[in-house]
T-cell receptor
Framework: GQQLNQSPQSMFIQEGEDVSMNCTSS?????WLWYKQDPGEGPVLLIA?????ELTSNGRLTAQFGITRKDSFLNISASIPSDVGIYFC??????????FGAGTTVTVRA | SQTIHQWPATLVQPVGSPLSLECTVE??????LYWYRQAAGRGLQLLFY??????ISSEVPQNLSASRPQDRQFILSSKKLLLSDSGFYLC?????????????FGEGSWLTVV
Protein backbone atom coordinates (compact mmCIF):
# COMPACT_ATOMS: atom_id res chain seq x y z
CA GLY A 1 0.00 0.00 0.00
CA GLN A 2 0.92 3.62 -0.21
CA GLN A 3 3.34 4.76 2.48
CA LEU A 4 3.72 8.36 3.58
CA ASN A 5 7.00 9.47 5.08
CA GLN A 6 6.70 12.72 6.97
CA SER A 7 9.66 14.69 8.26
CA PRO A 8 10.88 15.95 10.54
CA GLN A 9 9.26 13.89 13.26
CA SER A 10 9.47 16.86 15.65
CA MET A 11 10.83 20.35 15.74
CA PHE A 12 11.49 23.10 18.23
CA ILE A 13 11.14 26.48 16.63
CA GLN A 14 11.81 30.01 17.74
CA GLU A 15 8.88 32.40 17.70
CA GLY A 16 9.07 34.42 14.49
CA GLU A 17 10.91 31.77 12.53
CA ASP A 18 9.84 30.32 9.21
CA VAL A 19 9.72 26.52 9.21
CA SER A 20 9.08 23.78 6.74
CA MET A 21 8.02 20.16 6.82
CA ASN A 22 7.49 17.68 4.04
CA CYS A 23 5.84 14.46 3.11
CA THR A 24 6.82 11.91 0.49
CA SER A 25 4.91 8.99 -0.93
CA SER A 26 5.95 5.74 -2.51
CA UNK A 27 3.14 6.20 -5.03
CA UNK A 28 1.51 9.02 -6.94
CA UNK A 29 -1.27 10.94 -5.23
CA UNK A 30 -3.96 13.04 -6.90
CA UNK A 31 -4.67 14.93 -3.69
CA TRP A 32 -2.55 16.10 -0.80
CA LEU A 33 -4.07 17.23 2.49
CA TRP A 34 -2.48 18.93 5.47
CA TYR A 35 -4.08 18.77 8.92
CA LYS A 36 -3.20 20.31 12.26
CA GLN A 37 -4.07 18.71 15.58
CA ASP A 38 -4.11 20.88 18.67
CA PRO A 39 -3.46 19.07 21.96
CA GLY A 40 -6.51 17.05 23.04
CA GLU A 41 -8.54 17.81 19.93
CA GLY A 42 -9.29 16.23 16.58
CA PRO A 43 -7.23 17.15 13.49
CA VAL A 44 -8.46 20.10 11.48
CA LEU A 45 -7.93 20.51 7.76
CA LEU A 46 -5.51 23.32 6.94
CA ILE A 47 -4.93 23.07 3.21
CA ALA A 48 -6.06 20.78 0.39
CA UNK A 49 -4.07 20.45 -2.84
CA UNK A 50 -5.55 18.90 -5.97
CA UNK A 51 -3.11 19.66 -8.80
CA UNK A 52 0.57 18.92 -9.33
CA UNK A 53 2.61 22.07 -8.85
CA GLU A 54 -0.20 23.81 -6.99
CA LEU A 55 0.84 26.31 -4.34
CA THR A 56 -1.87 27.27 -1.86
CA SER A 57 -1.81 29.57 1.16
CA ASN A 58 -3.96 29.78 4.27
CA GLY A 59 -2.82 32.76 6.32
CA ARG A 60 0.78 32.15 7.36
CA LEU A 61 0.66 28.61 6.00
CA THR A 62 1.69 27.68 2.49
CA ALA A 63 1.58 24.22 1.00
CA GLN A 64 2.78 22.89 -2.32
CA PHE A 65 1.83 19.82 -4.34
CA GLY A 66 5.07 18.43 -5.75
CA ILE A 67 5.45 18.18 -9.50
CA THR A 68 6.21 14.46 -9.30
CA ARG A 69 2.93 14.01 -7.35
CA LYS A 70 4.88 12.01 -4.80
CA ASP A 71 5.59 14.79 -2.33
CA SER A 72 4.21 17.85 -0.64
CA PHE A 73 5.58 20.64 1.54
CA LEU A 74 4.06 22.77 4.26
CA ASN A 75 5.64 26.04 5.33
CA ILE A 76 4.77 28.13 8.36
CA SER A 77 5.95 31.71 8.29
CA ALA A 78 6.59 33.89 11.33
CA SER A 79 5.81 31.18 13.91
CA ILE A 80 3.70 32.09 16.91
CA PRO A 81 2.95 30.10 20.09
CA SER A 82 -0.43 28.89 18.80
CA ASP A 83 1.35 27.02 16.00
CA VAL A 84 2.10 24.32 18.58
CA GLY A 85 0.59 21.00 17.65
CA ILE A 86 0.95 17.99 15.42
CA TYR A 87 0.83 18.47 11.65
CA PHE A 88 -0.25 15.55 9.47
CA CYS A 89 -0.03 15.10 5.75
CA UNK A 90 -2.51 12.77 4.07
CA UNK A 91 -3.40 11.41 0.68
CA UNK A 92 -6.13 9.13 -0.68
CA UNK A 93 -5.46 5.42 -0.84
CA UNK A 94 -8.73 4.82 -2.66
CA UNK A 95 -12.24 6.29 -2.75
CA UNK A 96 -12.77 5.45 0.91
CA UNK A 97 -9.53 5.84 2.81
CA UNK A 98 -6.72 8.26 3.43
CA UNK A 99 -3.15 7.39 4.25
CA PHE A 100 -1.69 9.64 6.93
CA GLY A 101 1.89 10.53 7.69
CA ALA A 102 3.17 9.89 11.22
CA GLY A 103 2.98 13.60 12.00
CA THR A 104 5.38 16.43 12.77
CA THR A 105 5.19 17.67 16.35
CA VAL A 106 5.87 21.40 16.55
CA THR A 107 6.86 23.09 19.77
CA VAL A 108 7.50 26.81 19.84
CA ARG A 109 10.04 28.45 22.11
CA ALA A 110 8.62 31.77 23.25
CA SER B 1 -23.12 23.23 7.34
CA GLN B 2 -21.99 19.81 8.40
CA THR B 3 -21.05 18.99 11.97
CA ILE B 4 -19.76 15.90 13.70
CA HIS B 5 -20.08 15.09 17.38
CA GLN B 6 -18.73 12.23 19.41
CA TRP B 7 -19.12 11.33 23.06
CA PRO B 8 -18.19 10.87 25.74
CA ALA B 9 -15.21 13.19 25.56
CA THR B 10 -13.36 11.41 28.34
CA LEU B 11 -13.82 8.14 30.14
CA VAL B 12 -11.93 5.89 32.50
CA GLN B 13 -12.91 2.26 32.37
CA PRO B 14 -11.66 -0.81 34.24
CA VAL B 15 -10.13 -3.73 32.39
CA GLY B 16 -12.81 -6.16 31.29
CA SER B 17 -15.61 -3.61 31.20
CA PRO B 18 -17.62 -2.83 28.04
CA LEU B 19 -17.18 0.23 25.87
CA SER B 20 -19.49 2.29 23.74
CA LEU B 21 -18.41 5.44 21.92
CA GLU B 22 -20.97 7.18 19.79
CA CYS B 23 -20.62 9.52 16.84
CA THR B 24 -23.21 11.41 14.85
CA VAL B 25 -22.94 13.59 11.78
CA GLU B 26 -25.39 16.34 10.89
CA UNK B 27 -25.95 18.31 7.73
CA UNK B 28 -25.13 15.60 5.22
CA UNK B 29 -26.51 12.32 3.96
CA UNK B 30 -24.86 9.01 3.10
CA UNK B 31 -21.43 9.95 4.45
CA UNK B 32 -18.51 7.59 4.72
CA LEU B 33 -17.79 7.21 8.43
CA TYR B 34 -14.54 6.31 10.16
CA TRP B 35 -13.10 5.41 13.56
CA TYR B 36 -9.43 6.15 14.17
CA ARG B 37 -7.29 5.55 17.23
CA GLN B 38 -4.30 7.60 18.27
CA ALA B 39 -1.88 6.49 20.96
CA ALA B 40 -0.29 9.30 22.97
CA GLY B 41 1.96 11.39 20.73
CA ARG B 42 1.55 8.98 17.82
CA GLY B 43 -0.06 8.87 14.42
CA LEU B 44 -3.59 8.00 13.33
CA GLN B 45 -4.57 4.37 13.00
CA LEU B 46 -7.70 3.57 11.00
CA LEU B 47 -9.83 1.04 12.88
CA PHE B 48 -13.09 0.85 10.95
CA TYR B 49 -14.87 2.55 8.11
CA UNK B 50 -18.40 2.37 6.78
CA UNK B 51 -19.88 3.31 3.43
CA UNK B 52 -23.50 2.70 4.43
CA UNK B 53 -25.92 1.47 7.07
CA UNK B 54 -24.86 -1.91 8.38
CA UNK B 55 -21.70 -1.93 6.22
CA ILE B 56 -18.53 -2.10 8.30
CA SER B 57 -14.97 -2.67 7.12
CA SER B 58 -12.38 -3.57 9.73
CA GLU B 59 -8.83 -2.50 9.17
CA VAL B 60 -7.13 -3.97 12.21
CA PRO B 61 -8.21 -7.20 13.95
CA GLN B 62 -8.59 -6.38 17.62
CA ASN B 63 -10.79 -6.23 20.64
CA LEU B 64 -13.14 -3.64 19.17
CA SER B 65 -16.17 -3.64 16.89
CA ALA B 66 -18.17 -0.98 15.08
CA SER B 67 -21.77 -0.62 14.04
CA ARG B 68 -23.76 1.79 11.92
CA PRO B 69 -27.41 1.47 12.91
CA GLN B 70 -28.43 4.68 11.16
CA ASP B 71 -27.09 6.65 8.20
CA ARG B 72 -25.36 9.28 10.30
CA GLN B 73 -24.57 7.30 13.42
CA PHE B 74 -21.41 5.32 14.03
CA ILE B 75 -20.71 3.39 17.22
CA LEU B 76 -17.46 1.89 18.49
CA SER B 77 -17.82 -0.91 21.00
CA SER B 78 -15.98 -3.48 23.01
CA LYS B 79 -17.34 -6.29 25.18
CA LYS B 80 -14.23 -6.46 27.37
CA LEU B 81 -11.64 -3.70 27.39
CA LEU B 82 -7.92 -4.36 27.53
CA LEU B 83 -5.22 -2.05 28.88
CA SER B 84 -3.94 -1.70 25.33
CA ASP B 85 -7.26 -0.20 24.24
CA SER B 86 -6.33 3.06 25.96
CA GLY B 87 -5.94 5.96 23.58
CA PHE B 88 -7.57 8.86 21.82
CA TYR B 89 -10.43 7.78 19.56
CA LEU B 90 -11.52 9.92 16.67
CA CYS B 91 -14.64 9.67 14.59
CA UNK B 92 -14.54 11.17 11.11
CA UNK B 93 -16.71 11.57 8.04
CA UNK B 94 -16.32 12.17 4.33
CA UNK B 95 -18.72 13.07 1.55
CA UNK B 96 -19.42 9.90 -0.39
CA UNK B 97 -18.65 10.19 -4.06
CA UNK B 98 -17.38 13.73 -3.76
CA UNK B 99 -14.58 15.01 -5.93
CA UNK B 100 -12.44 15.85 -2.94
CA UNK B 101 -11.00 13.35 -0.50
CA UNK B 102 -11.15 15.43 2.64
CA UNK B 103 -11.98 13.67 5.88
CA UNK B 104 -13.38 15.75 8.74
CA PHE B 105 -12.74 14.73 12.33
CA GLY B 106 -14.74 14.94 15.52
CA GLU B 107 -13.44 16.30 18.79
CA GLY B 108 -12.09 12.98 19.99
CA SER B 109 -12.69 10.76 23.01
CA TRP B 110 -10.00 9.98 25.53
CA LEU B 111 -10.21 6.43 26.85
CA THR B 112 -8.09 5.29 29.76
CA VAL B 113 -8.36 1.64 30.70
CA VAL B 114 -7.19 0.97 34.25
Amino acid sequence: GQQLNQSPQSMFIQEGEDVSMNCTSSSIFNTWLWYKQDPGEGPVLLIALYKAGELTSNGRLTAQFGITRKDSFLNISASIPSDVGIYFCAGPVNDYKLSFGAGTTVTVRA
Amino acid sequence: SQTIHQWPATLVQPVGSPLSLECTVEGTSNPNLYWYRQAAGRGLQLLFYSVGIGQISSEVPQNLSASRPQDRQFILSSKKLLLSDSGFYLCAWRIRGGSGNTIYFGEGSWLTVV
